[in-house]
């Protein structure tokens, strides 16, 4: 992010997500995404947009106002779970038009358009491909930091508003070493953390495990045929999904999930069942068939 190289070939934005990310409506946050983004504002002429109002904005003629010509990078900051990674694949391969009220439009081109940094608390839906996946440079951030750890609690300081003379000076040698791994070695990826994550949603795709960590809940019980239609209704990329396909997707995120899900067939219906632990109607013989 800190070089203004755009190589035509590596077209990715930065995603930063949580090491325990979920699709649920459980917000992890706190790790230090966000400060990352403002490191590099110290550095590079950076142009934030607020991410939890970009879905009402995306077809905005002014969505990226803030940007400018001489713009290195824009963060997205809190990307909403509800937008869809598709609606920035033109910027990241095409170049950006800017259009800023009261001025007239104007066009930044691929070589000296702004590089892309995502933070987001969910795993940034998308859809199931190469066409996606080569777009992303994901990293999930540790949860060294988080709601009982910050940084001032570890630093003694708040970052950049207390720092004197030697942590300016500390800050910039880190920046000039990442640029030289940079130059050196190229664009470097890692093996995610959420290694399961990562499994289930090559087999069956990010808005699966989506629909699953919202409706596949304890307490929880479907038909089977209703559930699918419910993906299909909700995600029309599923529409040609098949029960028995959707039997096993439901096995895979059980198992990503370390959540009992009970798949049985009563009288002429097939039922989804997540068993609530207060629930008596589902024993532990059950979950041991059903296992076996």
């Not at 800190?2 to 325990?20: G, Q, Y």
């Not at 999930?140 to 910050?150: I, P, R």
């Not at 004197?164 to 940079?182: A, G, L, P, R, V």
């Not at 198992?255 to 532990?284: F, G, M, T, W």
Request: hydrophobic residues 35%; proline residues 3%; positive net charge.
């Amino acid at each position: 992010m800190l070089s203004r190289f755009k190589d035509p070939t590596i077209t990715k934005a930065w995603i930063l997500t949580d090491k325990n990310v979920s699709f649920a409506s459980i917000v992890n946050g706190g790790t230090g995404k966000s400060l990352i983004g403002q490191a590099l504002s110290k550095v590079r002429n950076v142009a934030t947009i607020e991410g939890k109002s970009i879905s009402k904005r995306l077809k905005s003629w002014y969505l990226w106002q803030q940007v400018d010509r001489d713009t290195n990078l824009i963060c997205i900051d809190d990307l909403d779970k509800g937008v869809h990674f598709s609606n920035l694949y033109s910027i990241l391969t095409n170049g950006i038009d800017i259009e800023q009220r009261g001025k007239p439009l104007f066009r930044v081109e691929y070589a000296d358009s702004p590089k892309i940094l995502i933070t987001s608390n969910h795993p940034v839906r998308g859809d199931i491909g190469n066409s996606d996946a080569r777009r992303r440079l994901e990293f999930e951030v540790s949860d060294h930091y988080g709601s009982f750890n910050s940084p001032i609690d570890e630093f003694g300081k708040q970052f950049f508003l207390e720092w004197q003379s030697e942590d300016w000076n500390s800050f910039f040698n880190y920046m000039t070493k990442c640029c030289q791994s940079f130059l050196k070695n190229g664009l470097m990826e890692v093996a995610p953390y959420n290694k399961g994550f990562k499994y289930v949603s090559s087999k069956t795709g990010h808005e699966f495990v989506a629909f699953a960590d919202e409706y596949l809940i304890p307490g929880k019980r479907f038909d089977k045929a209703d559930l699918l239609q419910k993906l299909k209704n909700e995600y029309p990329q599923y529409k040609q999904i098949t029960s028995n396909r959707l039997t096993k997707w439901i096995d895979l995120y059980s198992a990503y999930r370390q959540i009992p899900i009970i798949q049985k067939k009563s009288n002429s219906n097939y039922l989804v069942i997540v068993p609530d632990e207060n629930v008596e109607e589902i024993n532990a013989g059950k979950l041991l068939e059903t296992a076996a």
